[in-house]
């Protein structure tokens, strides 16, 4: 848990060639203010209070007064909260407790300040053209505040154009789709990408079935059959258990595929939620962290009379209203081990973003879990999921076989010495290493003289997860597979699947 993070701003990402400069100022409604020129005032009125969020946010109870931020020339800005307004003057009382009016006409730009009670997603435009896209804290007078993949950032207000509230998925899926004409089904296929890895599989799919029907894409049947999969994966299909059962023995009479021998059972997605939990690196959280507010009462009856939880009632109500990471520390502070799978985090900690990119989905999966490997019957007792591997529940489970494995008289991972890690020292060429892998038929080394930055990324991912480990509570017992008893051919000898004799 000692993942370091970089403070420079993030660009909202694009979409293959659909997040094009148009599709950002479709997503912010309209073009960036050029970086030296302030923007034209917007028609028929500069006042843009009724654009300042998403017409689907509900009301609230008793609306706060109304702030902004006022260009009054190319020398002055100034903020306040309006007092007084007509069709011809804007009055405001400004933080020093002034009370300014200006005529409307004469004004560059009048621009609607969001309120906050909460963190929310949401969109920085820039004067100088770019967008950031994170998570809003804060839109003030003097600076806006924004997380950006779990790291502040504050920007100072006259760097800023406006703040807006960002879309939903659906709702940018909406616009980009719109931008895309029918035929055009290389963007549209890169929607679908972009869809999947957004984990919205279900619109994913209904764009893929449209592409195939009307081009058939080998790409897009490919994704589609991946995503098909991925959707019956959550909707159950899969069990949810936990312990491993072992297959029916081939010694049972009929035609048994050898595939069917390997494990299939993987943690559920609540496990995956408190692996996340345990990994939490409160110098650079995750951006997503939800603590419901039953949680937070919950939490104040089972530990109230300790001296961390304040004693007023004014400060147990602020509870109700700080940053969900405040909670989670106090969560952390108490050792309430008991409320920690009732954290939702929502997205990854940098420690695991960086195992899935750098780690599994880059060398385990493709080098090391092949179905020749550790991912089928030939690769000894160790075995890792193959199936479903871009699946959060399958990648944390062989996270989980990974940091388990205990057979072979030295842990796979060494949190202490990482390079004395058995999945390092397996990796590196056989001359370069201090345990080297095992002479077997079709190993190549994975951190060769050409590729140092795989072995860089792996190093860095085991050094930044949390210490000292906390030993996940997660019921789950690594897979170890047996040799196959395969039935004796009709000579009287044993021949493996591909019909090469055992010896």
Known sequence: MHASASNRPRLLPRLGVCLTGTMVALILGG???????????????????????????????????????????????????????????????????????????????????????????????????SVLSGELIEDGYETVVLRIEGVLTTLPRESVVRTRFDLSLEEKYRRFRESIEPDQYLRRLDLARWLCDEKAYKLSERELVEIVAESQLPEAIELLRMVKAQIALEEGTR???????????????GTVDLKD????????????????????????????????????????????????????????????????????DLMFKLKAREFYPRIEVKSEPPSLNLFRQRVHDAWIIPNCATSRCHGGLDGGRLFLHRRGSKSERVRYTNLLILERWNELGQPLIDWEDPERSLIIQYGLP???????????????????????????????????????????????????????VVPASEDGENTSEDGRRDR
């Not at 201090?434 to 990324?457: A, C």
């Open 31 to 129: 073009q960036a203010a050029p970086a030296e020129e302030p923007p034209e005032p917007p028609s028929p009125s500069p006042v843009e209070a009724d654009d300042a969020a998403p017409s689907s946010t509900p009301p609230a109870a008793e609306a706060p007064p109304r702030r902004v931020h006022i260009w009054v020339d190319r020398y002055e800005e100034i903020g306040g909260e309006v007092v007084e307004e007509d069709d011809v003057l804007l009055s405001i009382r400004t933080p020093d407790d002034q009370i300014r009016t200006f005529t409307k006409s004469r004004l560059i730009y009048v621009i609607p300040l969001l309120e906050l009670p909460e963190p929310r997603s949401g969109l920085v435009e820039l004067r100088d053209g």
């Open 239 to 253: 069990p949810e258990g936990r312990s491993i059962e072992r297959p029916p023995s081939m010694r049972d009479s």
């Open 261 to 328: 021998m390997l494990p299939s059972e993987v943690i559920s997605g609540d496990d995956v939620n408190l692996m996340r939990v345990y990994e939490i690196d409160f110098r650079s959280p995750p951006p997503r962290v939800h603590v419901a507010p039953q949680v937070i009462r919950d939490l104040l009856e089972t530990y109230g009379a300790s001296p961390l939880i304040p004693g007023d009632s004014s400060g147990r109500t602020r509870l109700f209203r700080a940053d969900p990471m405040e909670i989670v």
């Open 430 to 484: 056989r001359n370069d290493a201090r345990f080297p892998h095992p002479d077997v038929k079709g190993w190549r080394p994975v951190f060769t003289p050409g590729n140092h930055r795989v072995l860089r990324d792996s190093l860095r991912w085991i050094e930044s997860m949390y210490r000292p480990r906390p030993g996940y509570p997660v019921e789950y017992e690594a897979p170890v597979l047996e040799i196959p």
